[in-house]
T-cell receptor, first 115, second 109 residues
Framework: DVKVTQSSRYLVKRTGEKVFLECVQD?????MFWYRQDPGLGLRLIYF???????EKGDIPEGYSVSREKKERFSLILESASTNQTSMYLC??????????????FGAGSRLTVL | GQNIDQPTEMTATEGAIVQINCTYQ??????LFWYQQHAGEAPTFLSY??LDGLEEKGRFSSFLSRSKGYSYLLLKELQMKDSASYLC??????????WGAGTKLIIKP
């Protein structure tokens, strides 16, 4: 019954490494999102995508990039991981127009630790 | 700036009622969402309010007052499984979601 799948639940990387976080949804949703979740802070939007090959910066895009080559897959890339990118990363998807009937569905999260 | 405020943590007793408040200041309003997130799990959708008033869904109800920039989530007949974080999010005039930091609810027997 899993609808948004994040490939890695836990990752430990070294400073300077390139990190790929993968997200796949099976609901044919147009929108996909990457958030980070840190204690005491609300979900912060990193990037989102409204369509294949389309991407938009969110509130905190610095140090991140994304790729959406297929509708169901949205990848988050950390080109050179830093310790301040240690966080929980949540992927979500939704139909194009978000409403009470068309809500965000989240993956279980990827907890990244950068040493 | 845009801001969503929720209490950081609340404690309640099994079988009781608890109200989790959310106040917001956003540029425009296109709906308010409540999500539940158990530790280590994905947030899951609970409720949506776009008009003033109370929406009831079983043991959970959500209230909205747009003039006051205020919402609450009411949980009745609390069960141990209700121990979780509750996230409030507002959709602003650009249809972007602004998220609160979440309220951690602890249920005691």
């Amino acid at each position: 019954d899993v609808k948004v799948t994040q490939s890695s639940r836990y990752l430990v990387k070294r400073t300077g490494e390139k990190v790929f976080l993968e997200c796949v949804q099976d609901m044919d949703h147009e929108n996909m999102f990457w958030y980070r979740q840190d204690p005491g802070l609300g979900l912060r939007l990193i990037y989102f995508s409204y369509d294949v090959k389309m991407k938009e910066k969110g509130d905190i895009p610095e140090g991140y990039s994304v790729s959406r080559e297929k509708k169901e897959r949205f990848s988050l890339i950390l080109e050179s991981a830093s310790t301040n990118q240690t966080s929980m990363y949540l992927c979500a998807s939704s139909p194009r127009q978000i409403s009470g009937a068309n809500v965000l569905t989240f993956g279980a999260g990827s907890r990244l630790t950068v040493l | 700036g845009q801001n969503i405020d929720q209490p950081t943590e609340m404690t309640a007793t099994e079988g009781a009622i608890v109200q989790i408040n959310c106040t917001y200041q956003t540029s425009g309003f296109n709906g308010l969402f409540w999500y539940q997130q158990h530790a280590g799990e994905a947030p899951t959708f609970l409720s949506y309010n776009v008009l003033d008033g109370l929406e009831e869904k079983g043991r959970f109800s959500s209230f909205l007052s747009r003039s006051k920039g205020y919402s609450y989530l009411l949980l009745k007949e609390l069960q141990m499984k209700d121990s979780a974080s509750y996230l409030c999010a507002v959709m602003d005039s650009n249809y972007q979601l602004i998220w609160g930091a979440g309220t951690k609810l602890i249920i005691k027997p």
